[in-house]
């Protein structure tokens, strides 16, 4: 299959959170190799690689419809097609635009995870007998095995890319600065939890530095609770907290974890094999992480020595936690940073890309 690669990321709208680093990462390791990346119609997004033509294409109201339309256009077209953040309605919209079998390494899948209800595997077990040259990527066994068990032949696991926006930098950074919430306000990403840290501390008197990013998911937008809880953190009275609304850039991103430690209080239902690209550029940086027991996270965390696993998020369980790493700073610090190495290794983008263009 010669030609070019087109990404397609509907919910890329600027260089915030896993969408614009997964797809950086990406067009990185491409070596020169022509790739079109088809993004949100708003989307105010740079690459630095010269082989990466944006087409501005997508409206958050209707991408359904026009993802259907995307994909029969270039289906009929050379080259590759590839769902960087595949979800069941792109192989729904994909076997709808479809005149019938697709070639083999035509298209790329890659499922950071999948819900995967008694309908939709009754649905995939159809569409791995039609489709049997979909190709299916996914960065865990978990996610993989949904496809395996459904009849799809050619599903494979490869590393989530480690973003590179963070580069392993130790040195001057061994000496605790303050907690880190990373990437957008979210309940399964634990903002109510943090929340109740500050206010906690607040109570206590204390005066451990907060750096929290509490701005909206990709559409811009809070969900009622989330909004609730924004609006109790701004009313909380703690000197040390340092709010971030506003988008920040590469260089501001990386920054932020010098020193700190990583507040991912994730929900183990939503992230029990779910991969976090904050983790990656946590652990890139030297970053102790505090999280929740039973998910992908504290797999990591575990088994590299790179923080606390904590079985509740209780406000005293956390601040616990919270001050045994400061207690030991440089020695969380070391394994963290070594875990990072590891992890730049292992999720090395190169993977991704060389499976997508079909290279060995």
Not at 322 to 337: C, K, L
Request: aromatic share 10%; glycine share 8%.
């Amino acid at each position: 299959m010669s030609g070019i690669i087109n990404i397609v990321e509907p919910t890329l709208t600027n260089q915030a959170g896993h969408c614009y680093s997964f797809i950086a990462s990406f067009c990185r390791a491409s070596c020169g190799f022509p790739l079109c990346l088809w993004t949100n119609r708003n989307a105010d997004v740079t690459l630095p690689e010269n082989n990466v033509q944006i087409r501005h294409h997508f409206s958050s109201k209707i991408r359904r419809l026009q993802s259907y339309f995307l994909y029969g256009k270039l289906l009929g077209e050379p080259g590759r097609i590839f769902l960087s953040t595949a979800t069941f309605a792109d192989l729904v919209m994909m076997q709808w635009a479809t005149s019938g079998e697709v070639g083999q390494g035509k298209v790329y899948f890659y499922f950071h995870w999948i819900n995967a209800t008694a309908r939709k595997r009754t649905f995939l077990e159809k569409l791995a007998r039609k489709q049997p040259n979909f190709m299916i990527l996914g960065p865990t066994p978990a996610v993989i095995e949904v496809f395996h068990e459904a009849g799809f032949k050619n599903a494979h696991i490869v590393p989530y890319p480690i973003s590179g926006l963070v580069q392993n930098a130790r040195a001057g950074h061994d000496q605790f600065s303050g907690l880190l919430y990373a990437g957008a306000a979210r309940q399964d990403k634990g903002i109510s939890q943090v929340v109740d840290i500050v206010e906690h501390m607040s109570g206590l008197k204390l005066q451990i530095p907060v750096k929290l990013q509490n701005s909206p998911d990709h559409r811009g937008k809070y969900d009622d609770v989330t909004k609730a809880d924004i609006e109790r953190l701004e009313k909380i009275n703690y000197p040390a907290l340092q709010l971030f609304s506003a988008t920040l850039n590469a260089e501001e991103y990386a920054n932020q974890f010098a020193g700190a430690i990583c507040i991912q209080l994730y929900s183990a239902k939503s992230f029990a094999d779910r991969i976090s690209g904050v983790t990656l550029d946590a652990l890139s940086a030297g970053s102790p992480i505090v999280t929740t027991a039973g998910t992908w996270i504290a797999r990591m965390v575990e088994r590299f020595e790179a923080g606390v696993v904590v079985n509740n998020t209780e406000p005293e369980k956390i601040l616990s936690a919270v001050q045994q790493i400061i207690a030991d700073y440089p020695r969380y610090n070391g394994n963290a940073y070594r875990a990072g190495l590891a992890l730049q290794q292992e999720n090395s983008a190169d993977i991704l890309f060389k499976t997508v263009a079909g290279q060995k």
